[in-house]
């Protein structure tokens, strides 16, 4: 399968726009796409681990107690059991790549 990320990215000054790109057994690829000031309320993802690749923009994450500040080329990843939430702080649209892979023993 091939997808080209750049031709689905898309933004609304209605909220957050997000599009599963792909799927498997293991993973699922989201593509998250926020206005400025735009955010996602909190969420887990209990049996995943999360990798959130920049791909626009900059983004911030605050998975459980931390916070960690993304600009375009920039990858986090944390234990999608902790709460998070992606916000654009920024004065720019931002795009990101959000990853979750299933954890080895689930």
């Known amino acids: ?3 080209s990320i ?4 898309e933004f609304s000054d209605e909220g957050p ?5 792909a799927e498997t057994d293991r993973a ?4 998250v796409c926020l206005r400025p000031g735009q ?3 909190a969420f887990t993802h209990r049996h995943r ?3 959130v690749y920049c791909l626009q923009g900059g983004v ?3 998975p459980g107690e931390g916070e960690a500040e993304l600009v375009e080329g920039d990858l986090a990843f944390y ?19 959000v990853t979750l892979v299933r954890k080895k023993d689930d």
Not at 6 to 9: D, E, Q, R
Not at 17 to 21: A, I, L, Q
Not at 28 to 31: D, R
């Open 79 to 97: 234990d999608g059991s902790q709460e998070a939430g992606p916000s654009n702080p920024g004065t720019t649209d931002a795009a990101m790549l």
């Open 1 to 3: 399968m091939h997808t």
């Open 39 to 41: 955010a996602m309320p």
């Open 28 to 31: 699922i690829f989201t593509l």
């Open 49 to 51: 681990e999360a990798f």
């Open 6 to 9: 750049a031709s689905l990215i």
């Open 17 to 21: 726009v997000t599009k599963k790109v």
């Open 60 to 62: 911030r994450i605050t």
